[in-house]
């Protein structure tokens, strides 16, 4: 009985529309700002910061929104999303043509793409009808296994993953007569991407699935009692979160153009949570923004470091500080601290102006 | 305990029932919460389960839902058998229930808990395409939303809700689809007398052929909604009878009535 004082986790994703205005006129004015600063960002930045920082950021963001999908949505925290992303990755240099020619089959990009959305939805299926019958903490073990599992694999795998030296060269298809690895167009086709699989998420939170979801994740004894089959909808979930993952991953392939068991070692896994739970797991915008934070500190901290004569490697010492920051201080992230910041700057101006907000 | 005595048999074969108790026992360690019930309830019919506080009601009706399942026992569901049933498949087969304690979604608005009630007890629960406002879902939700008076705070979140709307809420949730048979576990608890009023009028207006079993400590709630009713005490059922009976009975009034129930 002790379901009734469940707590709402994600509360609020998405407030009731307002009725009678086009969904156009309800976007906020920042959104458009940043929609052409990111469209106009080829015009001002360098060739590194479109296809490294900027890159890199969307590439993260669309593994870990995959997790935000299943945290946020679903209350169900898991380790696997960068296996599965890597997945994705491993199967369009398996099938798809690589420098590893005794290994990769070479089909063309229609076969090769497809296939591996495949492959890694079937995995994200089986080992979430594994973690779904567990709860909290040992959803967070039970993935981790696997994950680490995985990772050992590819690592002692030479026939089909190649074991440590996995695969070089593996590039992008030239569609439409582009090279898409040239740092604009790999831009864009990244952006392309996140948006799209941002908008997705958005998108499903408010249909009949993103909706039951919620319910599974806010109190799963009810979701039953009103005929919902919580399992099947949990492993579901997995599944649809591995199409986000699978992006991220096959992005992460051609921008590295190589794939190896580091890619999907047990510190990538983490750093994916870390991520999503530095932006803020309540809203799918939040994966993006922690990455953009961690891919930041990322780059920019070595630099740092060096004048005050530690070494590079320290910059996992910056995040993981700010992680316990995040932790301690503001639980749903920095977009949870900004909207505070904006719910009391909202509450100031309120006397003076005299407006019911 | 056996599950099957042979003499049974007959009456499965084709029970008219709308549910049907054989032997319903459930332990919670070796704590019997319930002791070899066994209860038919015809379609449409209204009964009152009445009983003082641990005499196993809502473990009764945790068993019939498949919440908890029951540790020995037959549960038939309109002639079929669910025993072995997840609670999802029995819901789909028409069944309900409301929670003795509240059991919302509390970060979902009104619309979406009873809009959720809807999708799972019809098809493409796994859609993922947003509902148009026309949707008959949609529609569906906002008439059960008037119906228990919620309208005003249709876009409220459940959790900022007053106590007496979280139980329209709750009421709400189990009328959704097309229901066969309802379980409401104490509805009226704690509810200002004109919220009473309104519970009593939403039960007495739901279509005839939908039956259901209340769990009802007020008696004037209890008694004018139902045509039969059942007395549990220690997890067993002492006494079945109509109202007039059950009201009259001595052993009743020493045990319930006129012991020191609050
Ligand atoms: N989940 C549970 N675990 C252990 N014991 C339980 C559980 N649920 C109910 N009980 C016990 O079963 C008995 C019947 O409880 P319940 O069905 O809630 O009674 P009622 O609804 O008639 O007040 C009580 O003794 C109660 O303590
Ligand atoms: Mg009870």
Known sequence: MALADQAPTGARINPAAAPGRSWIERIPPGWWIAVVVLLAMPMVANNFWLFQVMGWSFILGMIAVSLTFLAGYGGMVSLLQMSIAGLAG?????????????????????????????????????????????????????????????????????????????????????LFGVNWRD??????????????????????????????????RDNPRRMAALGFNVTAHRVAAHALASVFASVGGILLVWQN??????????????????????????????????????????????????????????????????????????PD??????????????????PLTGAPR | MTLTRPDDRPAQMNSGNALELRGITKMFGALAAIADVTLTVRPGERRAVLGSNGAGKTTLFNCIT???????????????????????????????????????????????????????????RYSLLRPRTDDALVHAAEMLVEAVHLTAVRDRLVGELAYGQQRQLEIAL?????????????????????????????????????????????????????????????????????????????????????????
């Open chain 2, 174 to 262: 189990a009328m959704s689809g097309a229901p066969r048979f309802i379980l409401f576990d104490e509805p009226a608890a704690g509810l200002s007398p004109t919220e009473r009023r309104d519970l009593v009028a939403i039960l007495t207006s739901l279509p005839a052929h939908i039956g259901y079993i209340i769990i009802e400590h007020d008696m004037d709630v209890a008694l004018r909604v139902v045509e039969s009713v059942t007395m549990m005490h220690n997890g067993r059922i002492f006494k079945e009878g109509r109202p007039s009976e059950i009201e009259e009975d001595p052993e009743v009034q020493e045990l319930y009535l006129g012991g020191g129930h609050g």
């Open chain 1, 333 to 350: 992230g920095v977009l949870g601290l900004w909207d505070r910041w904006r719910a009391r700057r909202a509450r100031r101006v309120d």
């Open chain 1, 257 to 330: 153009a190589q794939i190896a068991p580091g890619t999907i070692g047990i510190p990538a896994a983490i750093d994916i949570l870390v991520v999503a739970v530095i932006g803020g797991l309540r809203r799918p915008l939040g994966a993006f923004v922690g990455a953009f934070i961690y891919v930041i500190l990322q780059v920019f901290s070595p630099d740092v470091l060096g004048v005050f004569g530690f070494s590079a490697e320290r910059f996992k010492l910056i995040i993981g500080l700010g992680f316990l920051a995040v932790v301690l201080f503001s």
């Open chain 2, 66 to 124: 498949g919440d908890f399942p029951a540790t020995s026992g037959i549960i038939r569901f309109f002639g079929e058998d669910v025993t072995a049933f997840p609670p999802y498949e029995r819901i789909r087969r028409g069944l309900r229930r409301t929670y003795q304690i509240s059991s919302l979604f509390a970060g979902l608005t009104v619309i979406d808990n009873v809009y959720l009630a809807c999708r799972g007890v019809s098809r493409n």
């Open chain 1, 183 to 216: 740092p604009v167009p790999f831009y864009y086709l990244c952006l392309g991407c996140a948006a799209l699989c941002y908008g997705a998420v958005v998108y499903i939170s408010r249909s009949p699935f993103g909706l039951a979801l919620q319910g599974v």
């Open chain 1, 90 to 174: 491993y199967m369009v240099a398996i099938l798809g043509p690589s420098g590893t020619t005794s290994i990769s089959l070479g089909l063309a990009w229609w076969i090769a793409l497809p296939a591996a959305f495949l492959v890694a939805a079937i995995f994200a299926t089986l080992s979430g009808a594994l973690a779904v019958r567990t709860e909290g903490i040992y959803t967070i073990m039970i993935t981790l296994a696997i994950a680490a599992a995985f990772f050992y694999f590819t690592r002692q795998n030479y026939t089909i993953f190649n074991g440590y030296s996995g695969f070089n060269l593996v590039l992008p298809p030239r």
